[in-house]
């Protein structure tokens, strides 16, 4: 059963940064493991931030955080995790990690969508204020 915790989440000025973490556990170390970054707002739907297939690295993103958001993967800590520039207020929400992960060696195509994905973390509040 795989197991993810996500830190790094914060308040942050408009303009500002931050790093969120997503450490993994309890997976096969031959699988071969898609790992995505969400974020949900209040009463807003989940939506799809950034996928790496950790397999080659291919890494995919959703327009609102193209050229401002970077996904990562540092095999050695297990952990993936999401470089956010430039944040503005609409950023604001609470950010979700979420790993798929297979026997089979898979090849990066697109960027996830929730039910390509069956663990997720517990969450981190991102804030960004003006």
């Known amino acids: 059963q795989v197991q993810l915790v996500e830190s790094g989440g914060g308040s942050v000025q408009a303009g500002g940064s931050l790093r969120l973490s997503c450490a993994a556990s309890g997976y096969t170390s031959t699988q071969s493991c898609i790992m995505g970054w969400f974020r949900q707002a209040p009463g807003k739907e989940r939506e799809g931030v950034a996928t790496?297939?950790?397999?080659?690295?291919?890494?995919y993103y959703a327009d609102s955080g193209k050229g401002r958001f970077t996904i990562s993967q540092d095999n050695a800590k297990n952990t993936v995790y999401l470089q956010m520039n430039s944040l503005n207020l609409e950023d604001t929400a609470t950010y979700y990690c979420?790993?798929?992960?297979?026997?089979?060696?898979?090849?990066?195509?697109?960027?996830?969508?929730?039910?390509?994905?069956?663990?997720w973390g517990q969450g981190t509040q991102v804030t960004v204020s003006s």
């Open positions: 979420a790993a798929e992960c297979f026997d089979v060696e898979v090849v990066g195509t697109r960027l996830g969508v929730s039910g390509d994905f069956r663990y």
């Open positions: 790496i297939y950790t397999s080659k690295g291919n890494t």
